[in-house]
């Protein structure tokens, strides 16, 4: 059984009709206006244009601005000290982000400094020593007196 199957009952759900309120009136046609007038042009070569003249349909006018309802100073002063607050808080965000990634890549090149100034310390303890070709020099001759006068 999955999680969908329920023991038991079905419940069945049937549509209901949309009712329109008020009820909509009942389409009846209409016969369209007279045709528009056809006008003639003649060409200056003596061509004859006929069609229909184009009136063009005026613009609306614009609301007069009584009809607008005033928006007081206070409320338009709330308005922009909500977005300049927005934009603030916005850039504190990014200009703590910036400061985090930078201080992330100041630490990563102490590292990187520290790698290498400790690779050029290595070198100059663990490598080849200009003196005499490396290794550990030893006087031979003190080294055998000394033998020779203490087992002597």
Same mark, same amino acid.
């Given at each position: 059984?999955? !999680?969908?199957?329920?023991?038991?009952?079905?419940?069945? !759900?049937?549509?209901?009709?949309?009712?329109?309120?008020?009820?909509?009136?009942?389409?009846?046609?209409?016969?369209?206006?007279?045709?528009?007038?056809?006008?003639?042009?003649?060409?200056?070569?003596?061509?004859?244009?006929?069609?229909?003249?184009?009136?063009?349909?005026?613009?609306?006018?614009?609301?007069?601005?009584?009809?607008?309802?005033?928006?007081?100073?206070?409320?338009?002063?709330?308005?922009?000290?909500?977005?300049?607050?927005?934009?603030?808080?916005?850039?504190?965000?990014?200009?703590?982000?910036?400061?985090?990634?930078?201080?992330?890549?100041?630490?990563?090149?102490?590292?990187?400094?520290?790698?290498?100034?400790?690779?050029?310390?290595?070198?100059?303890?663990?490598?080849?020593?200009?003196?005499?070709?490396?290794?550990?020099?030893?006087?031979?001759?003190?080294?055998?007196?000394?033998?020779? !006068?203490? !087992?002597?």
């Amino acid at each position: 059984m999955t !999680h969908l199957e329920r023991p038991g009952t079905v419940e069945v !759900h049937h549509p209901e009709p949309i009712t329109v309120y008020p009820p909509a009136a009942p389409l009846e046609p209409a016969q369209p206006g007279p045709p528009p007038a056809v006008q003639s042009i003649v060409l200056p070569d003596g061509r004859v244009i006929t069609g229909y003249a184009l009136t063009p349909t005026p613009a609306p006018l614009p609301a007069p601005a009584e009809s607008r309802p005033a928006v007081s100073r206070a409320a338009v002063n709330i308005a922009l000290g909500g977005i300049g607050f927005g934009a603030v808080c916005g850039g504190l965000v990014l200009l703590t982000s910036f400061i985090a990634a930078l201080a992330a890549f100041i630490h990563q090149l102490i590292i990187l400094a520290a790698v290498i100034f400790g690779g050029w310390i290595a070198v100059q303890v663990f490598g080849p020593s200009h003196s005499g070709g490396g290794g550990t020099t030893v006087n031979i001759r003190k080294a055998v007196i000394k033998r020779s !006068h203490f !087992h002597g």
